[in-house]
């Protein structure tokens, strides 16, 4: 059975804030629309999200595995999630303006894509945040806790395929944006960091207003 519709909806526009935050994921892949094209910006795009299905797909074994060996553990693993979520937040609204350059460097399309996917492998805070990012919108009494934790890693990889993907198409002109509009850019990554530690409050909370109005 799916989530219900506002959670799903609370999902996708965390998810939208935080693929949309400039980054270093999101600068790759205009860098690299911008330095090679739209073919290069886009195959760029692809092996993030792929990287990203590693991630997802270890992220919901364990957090499965955990619930099942101990619904304490899970919650703990929840709300340690949370506060993590409001330390990416507040480093997300304190990050300096962004710049992209052309970086001159033009290798094969094939090569850009296994270089991206285990770039993103291989980075451990893609796996944290993960681990913090899923469990907030899954109950521990939900009777199937893996198909949830892959419906959102899927609808998350889904987003940032969008964003990822218009970044690499239209890199020349968010490239432009970029570089000339740093108060835009920085305007950009408060918003996006209020959002992330808004969302790292909020599920917390709303798990002690149910348990107040239980008690």
Same mark, same amino acid.
């Given at each position: 059975? @799916? ?6 909806? @609370?999902?996708? %526009? ?14 790759? &892949? ?11 910006? @886009?195959? +760029? ?5 792929? /990287?990203?299905? &590693?991630?997802?797909? #270890?992220?919901? *074994? ?6 099942? %060996? ?7 693993? $929840?709300? +340690? ?9 507040? $480093? ?9 350059? $052309? ?6 399309? /094939? ?13 451990? $805070?893609?796996?944290?945040?993960? #681990? +913090? ?11 199937? *806790?893996?198909? =949830?934790?892959?419906?959102?890693? *899927? ?6 395929? *969008? ?41 917390? +909370? ?6 107040? =109005?239980?008690?």
């Amino acid at each position: 059975m @799916l989530p219900d519709l506002a959670t799903i909806l @609370l999902f996708i %526009s965390s998810a939208f804030m935080l693929t949309i935050a400039p980054g270093p994921d999101i600068i790759y &892949v205009a860098m690299r629309g911008l330095a090679q094209g739209w073919k290069a910006g @886009l195959v +760029a795009a692809l092996g993030l999200i792929t /990287g990203i299905f &590693v991630h997802i797909t #270890l992220a919901a *074994v364990g957090l499965s595995a955990v619930l099942a %060996s101990s619904p304490l553990l899970f919650a703990l693993v $929840k709300y +340690a999630g949370a506060a993590y979520l409001i330390y990416i937040g507040w $480093k997300i609204f304190h990050a300096p303006a962004v710049t992209v350059h $052309k970086d001159g460097i033009a290798p094969p399309l /094939g090569q850009i894509y296994r270089q991206t996917i285990l770039m993103n492998i291989l980075n451990p $805070k893609v796996a944290l945040f993960f #681990l +913090a990012f899923l469990p907030q919108f899954v109950s521990a009494d939900s009777q199937n *806790v893996t198909f =949830e934790l892959v419906f959102f890693g *899927v609808l998350f990889q889904l987003t940032a395929l *969008v964003i990822m993907g218009s970044v690499g198409l239209f890199a020349g002109a968010i490239t432009a944006r970029l570089n000339q509009g740093a108060s835009n850019s920085t305007r950009l990554t408060k918003v996006a960091g209020s959002a992330v530690m808004a969302l790292g409050a909020y599920i917390p +909370a709303q798990d002690l207003w149910a348990f107040w =109005e239980q008690a």
